[in-house]
């Protein structure tokens, strides 16, 4: 089990990078790009595709490391003020839909690159770009998501079977020195 969760840290941590480096990417191509249009008066006109090409790649890349870093958007208050049981009941309802609605995803975004590669849609642009390969970092990423949310299930019935709260609340996470 600690060895599975080492993987998929060590799996988040990778996303992480990857999207940190196209973070790093696309702002020195922008830059380039403002450099161009404004000092040289020779805007390249591929800039603004792969950018946004590489947008699409951070976005979805980095869902699974947002997810294991905690980062996504979610309103915990009700929870963090019920009791320890309804908590974990209401914590475990949300993952399980959680994890079928990732799915649903990875399964809508694998027909769409399948799709892609059986006929071949290239982007209008001079660049003219398989867009399949631009959308399997969707399906890679809901994949990645599907995942985590599976382990994190795991992790929750684990404390359930040994009588903790899945989450702290803020007030036990300062208490325990979690926060």
Not at 56 to 74: D, F, K, P, T
Request: hydrophobic share 55%.
């Amino acid at each position: 089990m600690k060895r599975a969760a080492g993987i998929l840290n060590g799996l988040s941590n990778v996303t992480g990078y990857i999207s940190a480096g196209l973070i790093i990417a696309m702002m020195c191509l922008m830059l380039y790009e403002v450099f161009m249009r404004y000092v040289v008066n020779r805007p390249p006109a591929l800039a603004d595709e792969i950018s946004a090409y590489m947008l699409v790649m951070l976005a979805y890349i980095g869902v699974a490391y947002a997810w294991r870093e905690g980062v996504h958007i979610r309103v915990s208050t009700l929870v963090e003020r019920l009791p320890r049981k309804p908590a974990n009941i209401l914590r475990s309802i949300t993952l399980f839909l959680a994890l079928i609605f990732t799915i649903a995803l990875s399964v809508a975004s694998y027909t769409l690159v399948t799709r892609g590669f059986e006929t071949g849609i290239r982007s209008s642009s001079s660049l003219r770009v398989l867009l399949a390969w631009i959308q399997l970092s969707i399906v890679i990423g809901y994949c990645l998501l599907c995942i985590m949310i599976a382990a994190d299930i795991v992790k929750a019935f684990a404390e359930i079977k040994a009588g903790r709260r899945i989450e702290l609340t803020p007030e036990e996470a300062v208490t325990k020195g979690g926060g």
